[in-house]
C-alpha cells in the first residue's frame, strides 16, 4: 500500500467526521480541492473500495443513510475511538513523513523501541486469546526470568513504551511487563477466557502503568493559569475537572497514588502544587528531600 492512498483514507474520515453527515455529491467537491484528487473526480467504486479498506484498517464503518443518501461515521465507544484517532494519527505522520527525505536532518522524534519487536505477536496473541511464554529482563533484577507466560488481557503505551497486562498462569495473578524487557516470545497454541476480566474498571483510577497499588483518592493540584493551558490541553487523567480562579485553576482528579503519578507531579516542579490529599503532598515532599540529599 502507498503511502498516498493511507493518505486518501485519513483525508475522507477526517473530512466526513468534519462535517457529521456528507452527501456523496458533496464529498466530491470537496474531493476536487484536495491535494489528493489531481484535478480528477471520485469515482462511484474507488469510493466503495476506500470504504472497504477503511473498514478493514482503522475499524470505522462509514455509514450510508438511504432516506438522505448522506454518508456518516459511526463513532465506537470512547476506548475504540481513542484508538482510532491514534492509528489515523499515525497513518498520517507515516504519510507526511515519507516525503521529507530532503529535511530529515533537521527532524527529531521519540523513539519506541519495543514496538518493532513483539508488539504484532502480543496483538495476535490478544486477539486470537492465546497466552504468550517469554523470558523477561526486567531493570530491578540482574538475571533474567524464563519462563514467565501469561495470558495477555490489553496492552497501554505510556512514555514511549508498550507494556502488556495480563494473569501471569504461575501465580494467577495479573502483572503488567514491558514489552522492550522481553526476549524469545511465543505463542502458545491453546486459549483462555478472559470475560469476567473488567478492564475498564481495572484502568479507570490508575495514571500510567501501575494499576493495583493502594486506594484511590480524590487529588486536588492547584497550577498558574499557564500551567493550566497545558492541563485543558493534555488531561492527566479522563476524570480531571477544572475550578478556575482570578490567579490560578484548581484541578480535581481521581486515582491513585502510585509512583508513576508522584514522578509526573516532581517533573512539573514548581508549577504545580499538591493541595490534598496528605498522602500524596507527604509522598512528593519525601521525593523532594530525597532529592535535595544527593547535592
Not at 173 to 194: G, H, Q, S, W
Request: proline share 6%; charged share 25%.
Amino acid at each position: 500500500m502507498t503511502n498516498n492512498l493511507l493518505g486518501r483514507y485519513v483525508w475522507i474520515v477526517d473530512t466526513i467526521r468534519r462535517y457529521g453527515s456528507i452527501t456523496r455529491e458533496k464529498l466530491g467537491e470537496l474531493w476536487l480541492q484536495s491535494p489528493y484528487s489531481d484535478g480528477n473526480p471520485l469515482p462511484r467504486r474507488t469510493f466503495y473500495n476506500y470504504r472497504t479498506a477503511i473498514e478493514e484498517l482503522f475499524n470505522i464503518e462509514i455509514r450510508c443513510n438511504t432516506s438522505t443518501y448522506e454518508y456518516s461515521i459511526d463513532e465506537p465507544d470512547e476506548r475504540r475511538e481513542g484508538l482510532t484517532d491514534w492509528l489515523l494519527n499515525s497513518a498520517a505522520m507515516s504519510n507526511v513523513l515519507s516525503n521529507v527525505s530532503d529535511v530529515s536532518d533537521r527532524i527529531f522524534l521519540e523513539d519506541v523501541p519495543s514496538a518493532r519487536l513483539y508488539l504484532s505477536q502480543v496483538i495476535s496473541a490478544l486477539k486470537e486469546k492465546h497466552p504468550i511464554r517469554f523470558t523477561y529482563r526486567p531493570y530491578t533484577r540482574s538475571t533474567p526470568t524464563p519462563g514467565v507466560v501469561i495470558e495477555p488481557y490489553f496492552l497501554k503505551i505510556f512514555r514511549q513504551r508498550w507494556y502488556v497486562t495480563g494473569r501471569n498462569t504461575a501465580d494467577s495473578l495479573i502483572k503488567t511487563y514491558a514489552l522492550d524487557r522481553m526476549e524469545d516470545v511465543v505463542i502458545l497454541t491453546t486459549t483462555f477466557n478472559d470475560t469476567a476480566f473488567d478492564i475498564d474498571e481495572y484502568v479507570r483510577d490508575s495514571f500510567g502503568i501501575i494499576f493495583s497499588q493502594g486506594e484511590t483518592h480524590n487529588v486536588v493540584l492547584r497550577t498558574d493559569p499557564r500551567q493550566a493551558k497545558y492541563f485543558r490541553a493534555l488531561p492527566l487523567h479522563p476524570s480531571q475537572q477544572e475550578r478556575i480562579h482570578d490567579l490560578y485553576s484548581e484541578f480535581h482528579l481521581r486515582l491513585r497514588l502510585t509512583p508513576d503519578f508522584v514522578q509526573e507531579l516532581l517533573s512539573l516542579g514548581p508549577r504545580v502544587k499538591v493541595m490534598s490529599p496528605p498522602e500524596l503532598r507527604e509522598m512528593v515532599k519525601s521525593s523532594l528531600r530525597e532529592a535535595l540529599e544527593q547535592y
